[in-house]
Structure formats: C-alpha cells, structure tokens
C-alpha cells in the first residue's frame, strides 16, 4: 500500500465537502432536496444533543455528517467547536497524572491542525452565514461567537507556527511557547 493511498482516503471526503460549499455559494448548485435537509437538520440535532452532554466526539460526527447532506452554517460552525472541544477532552490528563510534566497536546501537528480547522469549518460556515438571510436569531448568534473564535484561532495558529525550534513533542501549553503569544 502506498503512503498516498491513506491520505486521499482521509481527505477525500472533507475536500467533497469543500467543494460542495464553494459551488452552493457560488451559485452552481442547485437547493438540496427537502429529504436532504431533513437528514441534515436530524443530524444536527443528534449533534446538538450530544454537545448539550459533552459528547463531543459523536456531536463531531454529527455535524460533519450533516453539511454533505445540506451545505449549512450550522454544521460547519458547531464542527469547528466540537473539534477544539473533542480534543481537549480527549487529551486530558488522566486523574492519575500528577505534576507539570502532564502535557495534553503537543506540537507535533498543532499549526497545522488549527489551519486546518480554520479552513475546514470556519471559513465555509462564515461565507454561508453570509448568505443566510439575516432574520435567523440563532445563527446571528452563533456565526458571532464564531468569528470571534476564528480570529483568535488564526491569531494563535499564526504566533504558533511562527515559534523557532519547538520539538514535535514540546507541549502546546510550555512556558516558552506562550511567552511571546
């Protein structure tokens, strides 16, 4: 098996998802269907339930199981969220862990990581705000809360990223790669 082979597996459905979203805004696609945007307003629901308990891995795959159905802000902006989320969950330190050398991310992909984020949620959530009519309350909301933290997640991932010699396994959260954020 080439070392190609699980990478376009991994991204071939986030780059469907992309380009999915830059048609409808661009306006070549036509509206999905009434069955396509219930399974998409179903899966978000199934997310938002999950988020509301903290099960932040399954509301993850909720949402991004939604926009492929219906290209929706919604989905997008709760993903970029969740995700943060279901990392930091997912990398807490156990109870038993004691001490400072606990580390629950590291360096290894963290810029890119938010880059990615930042592209893969945000961005395409943001521009379908845009086009949302502006009487949703809700989503007046959501897409401001989530400019503020795509702009922080930019700020970061920019200062990280430009951090000189910090080792793969350098902890996210060190003294030294914090100290000139």
Not at 49 to 55: L, N, P, Q, T
Not at 104 to 125: E, I, K, M, V, W
Not at 137 to 151: H, T
Request: aromatic share 8%; glycine share 6%.
């Amino acid at each position: 098996m080439s070392t190609k082979a699980p990478t376009r597996a991994l991204f071939a459905p986030v780059l469907a998802s992309l380009l999915a979203v830059q048609l409808a805004c661009a306006g070549e696609v036509t509206t999905a269907t009434t069955e396509d945007r219930k399974a998409a307003a179903a899966l978000n629901d199934e997310g938002d339930r999950a988020y509301r308990e903290g099960r932040f891995d399954k509301a993850l795959k909720a949402y991004m199981n939604s926009y492929p159905n219906h290209a929706n802000a919604h989905a997008y902006l709760m993903a970029g969220d969740t995700y943060w989320r279901a990392v930091i969950a997912a990398n807490q330190p156990s109870a038993s862990s004691k001490g400072t050398d606990a580390c629950p991310l590291t360096n290894a992909y963290f810029a890119q990581d938010t880059g990615r984020s930042l592209d893969q949620y945000y961005r395409p959530g943001l521009a379908l705000t845009d086009k949302a009519t502006a009487g949703d309350k809700g989503l007046a909301e959501l897409s401001q809360r989530s400019r503020s933290a795509a702009s922080c997640l930019a700020a970061v991932q920019a200062k990280y990223a430009a951090l000189p010699g910090m080792p793969a396994w350098t902890c996210v959260t060190s003294p030294r790669a914090w100290a000139s954020l």
